[in-house]
């Protein structure tokens, strides 16, 4: 298992950007696939991007499709998401996810580690 830390969100207007990284302590980061989540107050965990442990694949949640990227630097152990075009929607906590297969995780299931979150407020 590893702990993961999230940093980088904050307040921000509408049409903004921010970026998101979480550091992963561990050994063994790099034979994780890697996950984002957000969980909106009064609202579910949801699955916002997802990469593989090589960083080949991807996916993404359709919400945030051409204004998110999800990317990761192994020799770090961290895994960012660049967060573009900002909306008031986008206001939620933002957890980092550890797992061994990206194709569960886009389905929400997480058999690994979770980060503390990191929250990110989008202002109109």
């Known amino acids: ?10 307040l921000v207007q509408a049409g903004g950007s921010l970026r998101l990284s979480c550091v992963a302590f561990g050994r063994t980061f790099s034979s994780y696939d890697m996950g984002w989540f957000r969980q909106a ?32 630097d192994n020799a770090k152990n961290t895994v960012y998401l660049q967060m573009n075009s900002l909306k008031p929607e986008d206001t939620a906590v933002y957890y980092c996810a550890a797992g061994s297969s990206i194709r569960v995780i886009r389905l929400g299931y997480v058999d690994g580690s979770w980060g503390q979150g990191t929250q990110v407020t989008v202002s109109s």
């Open 1 to 10: 298992q590893v702990q993961l830390v999230e940093s980088g969100g904050g």
């Open 41 to 72: 107050p009064v609202k579910e965990r949801e699955f916002v991007a997802a990469i593989s442990w090589s960083g080949g694949n991807t996916y993404y949640a359709d919400s945030v499709k051409g204004r998110f990227t999800i990317s990761r």
